[in-house]
């Protein structure tokens, strides 16, 4: 089951505020395949992506 357009809104809210500036590349790079639209990703992936994004984020604040 994908993400809803409310949850795809704000993990486009998230990955902005991790610094993530193209949330379709990243995704896609996460996921392994192409990502068009936020609401392609699953629940497991969504977490996946926005983890990733944290984890980047408090790598580069270091």
């Known amino acids: ?3 809803s357009k409310t ?3 704000d993990l486009h809210k998230a990955l ?22 936020l609401t392609e990703l699953c629940r497991q992936e969504t977490r996946d992506v ?4 944290q984890q980047q984020r408090h ?3 270091a």
């Open 16 to 37: 902005a505020h991790a610094g993530v500036q193209d949330h379709y590349a990243f995704a896609s790079f996460i996921c392994g395949v192409p990502v068009t639209s």
């Open 59 to 61: 790598t580069h604040a």
């Open 50 to 53: 926005l983890a990733y994004a």
């Open 1 to 3: 089951m994908t993400i």
């Open 7 to 9: 949850e795809a809104h």
